[in-house]
């Protein structure tokens, strides 16, 4: 039986391109004219459940992204490499972890990535107009010719994903394959996932799918089995499905209550108006008092004074 | 004598008028350094603070220029502005009539120079900018190391990097509150630019506005002539 969600092979003619800048919904620094047709959300759907840690998506991330990650070094464990470079998009990240209701080993393997935030809070920090958009299906993707390497992006992410390149000074990190979602694909890694761990599709798709899913597992005694779609950050374009939802730190410390840094918040917000208030009223008290107090000048008396006190010729 | 006021290089020239040595080149040169980093670094911060500002990165050559020099120039900055702290600090500690003078913050501030209390080398209004901009720097130089993530991104956490970037926002947005009292004090008041650019001032200037200096100045430079009667043309 045919998989539901196969993503389509690759077009080869009648290419028709339906992300441009006319789909932005967000940019980075600056606003964008509300779009005017809206596209559909989409998602990827990330089953823990079904991985078995092959890797392929990583291989398939840097083929697809055209990126050489440098040979790396075995620290004794899986992952590998052992954190997300600006090479690396996504990586694998292995968990021994041992329930402690049936005392069962598991082995919890969960690709790590940008979770394209509904609420994304690495665009909320870019201080680079444009560096950071997010197009109207959900995609939150960099444009690299307008980054400038500031690394603000990596201190409003709630997740710990981009990277700033050593060699370009540029952030990087997964861009859900918008170029090929662009043109009707899927992700790279999800093309090529041999278990269909990955799936992609619009997001009502995928909570459905997903709803089958948790379904599933929870018929198989995963009680807690569920959706990992964050509602700290508005959602996210970039699902999981846990075997144990109440507990998504135990894989690899997925966050439980995701959301953008107060500390961000407040920098990006009440500071930055408060700053431009009261820098602008202390330069207008400046005028002002000009205006009404006038210049503070010596008056001559002083001067016959100084001469009276340091004697005169 | 150790005059509490008088800073090295400060000396009465008696004549029509009176003129005062103020600063030494060497300080004038110092602060000149430090004021041009520091309004290189508000341009620089500015711009990548409020987008609105953006384009001013343009000045430095682009975001990726101004992301990577704004550091440097805080630099220079601390180490100019160090300078300054060892030749200033002594005539900026605070002395009892700091307080008064303070409190009759109404009559400075509408030119009623005679009802204040006879004030050093530096009034009360300048200290607080001195201590205000010596505490802001310090901040801004270690939340701003905790923020340059090209050579120190490794030492500390996302999350100390947060805080780090928030007060170095709110430190940066204090101290160019704090330069505009500065600069604004300096244009009011008249005569006192010369300072910085020629190191001296007349001698009413010193009598309306620092007359406790002057004085110490007068009975100190009584025994050393040789400092008091340069030709001063």
């Not at chain 2, 500002?53 to 992301?67: I, N, P, S, V």
Request: net charge positive.
């Amino acid at each position: 039986m045919a998989f539901e969600f196969e993503l389509p092979p690759a077009p080869t003619q009648n290419i028709k391109v339906d992300l441009g800048e006319g789909d932005l919904v967000r940019r980075s620094a600056s606003t964008v004219p509300p779009p005017a047709k809206k596209l559909t959300p989409v998602a990827k759907l990330i089953d823990v459940s079904k991985c078995i840690g092959c890797k392929a998506c990583q291989v398939a991330c840097l083929e697809w992204n055209d990126r050489t990650e440098r040979i790396g070094f075995n620290y004794g464990v899986y992952d590998n490499p052992v954190d997300l470079t600006p090479e690396s998009f996504t990586v694998m990240r292995f968990t021994e972890w041992v329930n402690p209701e049936s005392q069962n080993l598991e082995w919890l393997i969960r690709k790590d990535g940008c979770m394209h935030c509904e609420d994304p809070g690495c665009l909320k920090a870019c201080p680079a107009p444009g560096a950071i958009v997010q197009y109207s299906n959900g995609i939150v993707d960099f444009d690299h010719e307008k980054c400038i390497g500031c690394g603000y992006c990596i201190k409003g992410c709630p997740f710990d994903i981009p990277r700033i390149s050593a060699v370009d000074h540029k952030a990087y990190k997964c861009t859900l394959c918008s170029d090929r979602v662009a043109v009707g694909q899927g992700p790279a890694c999800a093309r090529t996932c041999p278990t269909h761990a990955i799936v992609f599709g619009t997001k009502e798709e995928m909570k459905q799918h997903a709803a089958e899913r948790i379904k599933d597992l929870q018929s198989r005694g995963y009680k807690n089995a569920g959706l990992y779609d964050p509602p700290g950050v508005g959602g996210t374009h970039v699902m999981y499905v846990l075997q144990h939802a109440d507990k998504p730190e135990i894989y690899a410390d997925l966050p439980k209550d995701p959301r953008i840094s107060p500390v961000v918040e407040f920098w990006k917000g009440l500071t930055k108006y408060a700053g431009m208030a009261a820098m602008g009223a202390f330069a207008a008290v400046g005028v002002f008092h000009y205006l009404v107090s006038g210049p503070n000048k010596v008056q001559p008396k002083d001067e016959e004074d100084a001469k009276r006190l340091a004697g005169g010729r | 004598m150790a005059a509490y006021e008088v800073e090295q290089g400060d000396a009465v020239h008696p004549g029509d008028p009176v003129v005062v040595d103020r600063y030494t080149p060497g300080a004038r040169a110092n602060h000149w350094i430090t004021a041009t980093c520091l309004v290189l670094l508000a341009i620089s911060g500015l711009a990548l603070f409020y987008p609105s500002f953006f384009f001013l990165t343009a000045l430095f050559g682009g975001g990726q220029w101004t992301r990577a020099i704004h550091p440097w120039i805080g630099i220079v900055l601390f180490f100019s502005f160090f300078g300054l702290f060892l030749r200033f600090w002594k005539a900026n500690l605070w002395r009892s009539e700091d307080g008064a003078w303070l409190v009759r913050l109404r009559d400075v501030l509408t030119n009623n120079e005679e009802k204040l209390p006879e004030v050093g080398k530096y009034n009360a209004g300048q200290k607080v900018v001195f201590w205000s901009m010596s505490i802001l720097i310090i901040i801004l130089i270690c939340t701003g190391i905790v923020i340059w993530d090209q050579y120190f991104y490794p030492l500390t956490s996302i999350a100390q990097k947060r805080w780090a970037i928030l007060l170095h926002s709110l430190a940066a947005v204090t101290i160019i509150c704090v330069w505009i009292v500065h600069v604004y004090a300096a244009i009011w008041v008249r005569g006192t630019i010369g300072a910085m650019t020629r190191g001296q001032v007349t001698g009413g200037w010193a009598w309306r506005h620092h007359r406790k200096w002057l004085k110490e100045l007068v009975s100190g430079t009584a025994g050393d002539r040789k400092t008091g009667t340069k030709p001063t043309s």
